[in-house]
């Protein structure tokens, strides 16, 4: 609360004393909070009501189309495709949200196993090649260790890598480059994912991982998406023990670089150094 001293005058403006004002800030700051966020569950709900929507035009006109008698079978590939392609992003969409409600409620289970963190990665970059190729992207990859082990959940671990690869692709305009480089840094197991795309501006960086937040509305309205991303990339880095940050000069074509640190693991008894040992 604030306490704010004033004159008081009568009503030819003589001045007849003082009186102290207390004004309840507290209360007031947390009313804009709230009206804060009811403006974004408002926004999110109206976003997700497009994200929804929109795959069902396409996937409805090539219903429309694979009804027809003379369809030729190139045609059909092509449509099928379509639909494919639509429902899939439902799926990831509805997905990210069902993920975000069990992180929320602590109901999200890990199955954390030895893993091998250059072999995800690699996995996780050959999921996201269509993507990255379909928007004309080149790929650098540098991980020189030979094998690099994490206590990891082998699915959400993929997710991790694969979301901050979406994000490159989608956040770069065509023909730009993306690069991932893993390494050992001390007790943790180091992965970065860097772009030369249109950056993050100072002001949204420090908020870039918060849930529903998206930076420039046309931008990020065109490449789909509802902010979920890297809330729920943050949420399942610190749910193995690690932590993630981004980086950006915010200048267009200057790029972003997101790092993740996992803390590191021995191998499996039966694979690597241990295996070596004798008996
Ligand atoms: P979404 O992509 O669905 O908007 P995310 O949580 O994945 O949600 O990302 C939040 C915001 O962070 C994006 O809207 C975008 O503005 C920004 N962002 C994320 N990754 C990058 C990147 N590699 N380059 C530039 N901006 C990015």
Redesign the pocket.
Known sequence: ASVVITAVRDHSGRHIGFAKVTRDLTERRRISVLEEEGRRVTTFLAMLGHELRNPLAPIVSALTIMEMESIESATLRMTRDVIARQVDQMRRLIDDLLDVGRITSGKLRLDLVPLDLREATLEAIEASEPLIRSRSHTLDVDIECPELWVRGDRTRVAQIIG??LT??A???PPGGRIAVRLDEAGLNAELSVS?N????PPK?LPQ??DLF????QD??RS?????????L?QQLVALHGGDIAAY?SGHPGK??E?IVRLPRTQPPAETGAAAQKPP
């Not at 795309?197 to 993050?200: F, K, L, S, V």
């Not at 937040?213 to 420039?216: K, N």
């Not at 490449?223 to 809330?231: P, V």
């Open positions: 979301n901050l994000n490159a989608k956040y770069t772009d795309g249109i950056g993050i949204l870039v991982f937040v998206q930076g420039e931008v990020a490449q789909g998406g509802l902010g979920l991303g890297l809330s990339v950006s790029g972003s997101f």
